[in-house]
């Protein structure tokens, strides 16, 4: 083997054993799905306004989000929260312990609890007056 050849298969190794799974296949962003019935409520996520319902927004996996749904003068919220997942572990310990620092470290065992929240805003009664 050329001396090139195989320094590039031993950078190739050294990368690949060097970070953990869930640093090379995970996302550390998230889609999750927002809706209302009826559509149209106001999506703010961590008190910024995203945009109106149905809506996808991206969010980091790793803490919590708070999102909340305002139509009518009602609000709904819900939280997201990043959760660690046991598979990666899994992996990363098999691997040795080099992976499961790079993952520790990077988050990249961090995955969402829930990918979506939906609110309902039933329609409002007049009141009726005696």
């Not at 929260?81 to 691997?95: E, N, P, R, T, Y």
């Not at 961090?110 to 309902?120: S, V």
Request: proline share 5%; glycine share 12%; hydrophobic share 45%.
């Amino acid at each position: 083997m050329k001396p090139q050849a195989l320094v590039l298969a031993l950078l190739a190794s050294i990368a690949v054993t060097a970070t953990g799974c869930g640093t090379l296949m995970g996302d550390r962003r998230a889609a999750v799905n927002l809706t209302s019935n009826p559509p149209g409520a106001e999506v703010y996520v961590d008190g910024v306004r995203m945009g109106v319902t149905p809506l996808d927004v991206s969010v980091t996996t790793r803490g919590s989000h708070a999102i909340e749904l305002r139509h009518a003068g009602r609000t709904a919220r819900c939280t997201i929260a990043g959760s660690v997942s046991g598979m990666w572990i899994a992996f990363d310990i098999l691997f040795g312990l080099v992976p499961l620092a790079v993952d520790a470290a990077t988050g990249g065992w961090h995955g969402l609890d829930y990918d979506g929240c939906h609110a309902r805003f039933p329609a409002q009664v007049a009141a009726r007056t005696p």
